[in-house]
């Protein structure tokens, strides 16, 4: 079992800053249940996770992977009680289609400020079928890890 290096946990916990999310076009997901979502629909830089996630997840497709102890990813994670697995995955990019907005229902977020109020909003947008949500400029990054 390989440890996470000291340089990679501090870039880990570089990625709480959303100056360093924009420019590395990174984002940081932890625990399986969002991990997890999250394989398959966005490319994968690095994943740290316990033997027993691995064993559980075989064939994870990611440009990196390193199994750890629960001690080193509770040292690299972002959350109070980390859980076992934590994955960078690159950012999305994304342009406005103004097909898309005429022919579906969308939602236009202004100025969305709180982080967890962001995410609470885009699981209702998923939950009613809402496929595009537009933010202005001022919205909180939908990348912050609170989100």
Same mark, same amino acid.
């Given at each position: 079992?390989?440890?996470?290096?000291?340089?990679?946990?501090?870039?880990?916990?570089?990625? @709480?800053?959303?100056? #360093?999310?924009?420019? &590395?076009? $990174?984002?940081?997901?932890?625990?399986?249940?969002?991990?997890?979502? =999250? +394989?398959?629909?966005?490319?994968?830089?690095?994943?740290?996770?316990?033997?027993?996630?691995?064993? @559980?997840?075989?064939? #994870?497709?990611?440009? &990196?992977? $390193?199994?750890?102890?629960?001690?080193?990813?509770?040292?690299?994670? =972002? +959350?109070?009680?980390?859980?076992?697995?934590?994955?960078?995955?690159?950012?999305?990019?994304?342009?406005?289609?103004?097909?898309?907005?005429?022919?579906?229902?969308?939602?236009?977020?202004?100025?969305?400020?709180?982080?967890?109020? =962001?995410?609470?909003?885009?699981?209702?947008?998923?939950?009613?079928?809402?496929?595009?949500?537009?933010?202005?400029?001022?919205?909180?990054?939908?990348?912050?890890?609170?989100?």
């Amino acid at each position: 079992m390989a440890s996470l290096s000291k340089n990679k946990i501090k870039y880990i916990h570089s990625l @709480e800053l959303k100056k #360093i999310r924009k420019e &590395e076009r $990174v984002f940081l997901a932890e625990g399986p249940k969002l991990v997890g979502d =999250l +394989l398959g629909h966005f490319p994968c830089r690095f994943l740290a996770a316990t033997s027993s996630w691995f064993q @559980e997840h075989p064939g #994870i497709d990611a440009s &990196e992977l $390193v199994e750890v102890s629960q001690e080193d990813l509770s040292r690299a994670s =972002l +959350l109070k009680t980390p859980q076992q697995v934590l994955a960078i995955f690159e950012q999305p990019q994304y342009t406005l289609d103004p097909e898309a907005v005429r022919s579906s229902l969308c939602l236009a977020l202004d100025d969305v400020q709180d982080p967890g109020n =962001l995410g609470t909003i885009i699981r209702l947008a998923d939950w009613f079928g809402i496929e595009h949500i537009i933010c202005s400029q001022n919205t909180v990054d939908v990348y912050n890890p609170k989100t």
